[in-house]
């Protein structure tokens, strides 16, 4: 049968990487197997949820290309895939579990246990449920219910030593009395969570339970919750935590955690599918850059490590250079597009000299955004001259002389193209008896002010004769009546 696997996540909080590294296995998962990937918005928490959160998330994988087969917006045989709109599913399945004696009627006030709870921390001692309801009498149970007393429901977790096999970890044994009886369904009608995901997974027919490691204590409740409703237990993998490089787990302090802050930052999202796909999980060779394609052919629940993952920012801009290398021209420029609008440059993404211009930048570029601050001195009427530059580069006798030489020259040559130029750039240092060097050294300063920047000779043929002569000509000015505030 093929698989039916899940993301669930809360819209409590932005898409996470974590939370979209989980999401990228399950759908690599049920595309290795042809099965179905659902998704299922976990919003019964009212007060902490919110839709712009599900926009969020939602937007986050459609840009990772994490296509979901069921869920919000598709629909799907099993719907509705949002638990707020199946709340009278968790109340039902948990009535029935008590109608079959799984579960029970607690009307412990919160106040009570809550008091019983620390005052058996403070004796250093872990509290547990201590079954009050479980037994109390028909009677007084009818004076609780003619009283209106609230009242939870709590799972009978019956006292068994109970077993599964999580396809990372391998066997899990679990001893059943060292569980509370938990409540299932709150006196205000919500579910809890083991509730929600056990019902929604059964009625969804959930195969794999793909998740993260944070769930493994999780896990012998939800058992037990499978075998009370009758519904077959799903094979359950979860997968090692992320951490930063410090190996503590990965939050805010190591920076940016939201997958839509790593869109901002100029990272393509096939880099981030690949870069978050070897969090954990290997394909048994020594492959690194996949496809997702190659990904989905590869993946499989044995490839995933038990140890935990180490997200490495050094890598990930490595990988996104990758990416942006291979990047077909017209990708790239649609890509970066956005980011130059938003730098206040004016670029049209069809234009074959934009084409030339990524080309040339792109072996320097590791993320989107540095393609804007690469370009800026070709398509900028001005340029500024860093102060680095002016002292490392500028301060020869006689240069002005020589780049005015230059710029004769370049003004003569034809067609103005690369080998032109740079016959041009070696004759008159040549013919001035200087190192051709200082003349290439000086004129990167004079077009792009900056002390690097791609081959000179192409970016002179891409930034053309005129503006080439016009900046060569404002250098000399500006080696005639040395540096001012005003340059510009
Ligand atoms: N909504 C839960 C979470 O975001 C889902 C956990 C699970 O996959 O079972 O952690």
């Given at each position: ?7 669930a ?8 990487v974590?939370g ?14 042809g ?48 638990q707020?709109?199946?709340l009278?599913r968790?109340?039902?399945?948990a009535?029935?579990l ?11 006030s919160?106040?009570?246990l ?16 201590d079954r ?12 609780l ?30 001893d ?11 006196s205000d009608?919500?579910p ?10 059964a ?22 919750l499978?075998?009370a409703?009758g ?7 979860h ?14 302090r190591?920076?940016?955690?939201s ?6 930052q100029?990272?393509l999202p ?9 969090l ?8 690194e850059?996949?496809?997702?394609d190659?990904?989905?052919?590869a993946?499989?629940?044995e ?16 990988m ?18 956005p980011?130059?609008?938003e ?15 990524l080309d ?7 993320r ?15 340029v ?12 020869s006798?006689?240069?002005g ?6 710029a ?10 690369e ?6 750039v ?9 190192k051709a ?5 000086a ?5 792009t ?6 081959g ?6 891409l ?19 040395g ?5 510009s």
């Open positions: 049968m093929a698989p039916r696997v899940r993301f996540p809360s819209p409590t909080g932005y898409l996470h974590g979209a590294r989980t999401a990228l296995f399950n759908w690599l998962y049920a595309r290795r197997h099965g179905t990937f659902v998704l299922r918005i976990e919003d019964t928490d009212v007060q902490r949820s919110s839709a712009d959160m599900v926009t969020g998330i939602l937007e986050g994988m459609r840009w990772l290309g994490l296509d979901w087969d069921e869920g919000p917006d598709v629909g799907g045989a099993r719907g509705p895939y949002f707020s709109e199946r009278d968790y109340r039902e399945a009535a029935r008590v109608r079959e004696g799984h579960a029970y009627y607690c009307y412990c919160a106040e009570r809550r008091s019983e709870r620390e005052k058996a921390e403070q004796e250093g001692a872990a509290w547990q449920y009050t309801c479980l037994a109390l009498t028909p009677d007084r149970v009818a004076a219910e003619a009283a209106g007393a609230p009242r939870a429901i709590r799972f009978k977790v019956p006292s068994t030593r109970t077993a599964f096999v999580d396809a990372v970890h391998g066997p899990i044994e679990f059943s009395a060292r569980l509370e009886d938990f409540v299932l369904l709150r009608g919500y809890t969570y083991h509730l929600s995901v056990v019902v929604d997974d009625e969804m027919e959930i195969s794999h339970v793909i998740r993260g490691d944070d769930h493994i204590s999780n896990t012998p409740k939800h058992v037990l499978f075998q409703l519904a077959p237990t799903p094979v359950f993998a997968v090692p935590l992320i951490l930063g490089a410090d190996k503590k787990r990965l939050s805010k190591h920076g940016a955690t997958v839509s802050e790593y869109r901002r100029g990272y096939e880099a981030m599918v690949n870069f978050l796909a070897l954990g999980w290997s394909p048994g060779d020594d492959r850059l996949m496809s997702m190659e990904l989905a052919g993946f499989s629940l490839g995933i490590s038990r140890g935990n993952a180490v997200f490495n920012t050094d890598k990930l801009d490595w996104n250079g990758q990416y942006i290398v291979r990047l077909a021209t017209d990708s790239l420029a649609a890509a970066v597009a980011f130059f609008q730098a206040g440059l004016q670029v049209r993404i069809s234009d074959p000299w934009f084409h030339r211009l040339l930048l792109r072996p320097r570029a590791k989107l955004t540095d393609f804007v601050d690469l370009a800026r001195p070709f398509l900028s009427d001005t500024e001259y860093e102060a680095e530059a002016i002292e490392k580069h500028l301060g006798a006689g240069l002389a020589h780049v005015d030489a230059l004769t020259s370049l003004r003569s040559i034809d067609p103005f193209d080998p032109h130029v740079e016959a041009a070696r004759g008159t240092a040549a013919e001035r008896g200087i060097g200082m003349l290439i050294h004129t990167r300063v004079a077009v002010g900056r002390t690097a920047s791609p000179l000779f192409e970016v002179l043929a930034l053309g004769r005129e503006r080439t002569v016009a900046r060569l000509e404002r250098l000399v000015n500006f080696l005639a009546t540096p001012r505030a005003d340059f």
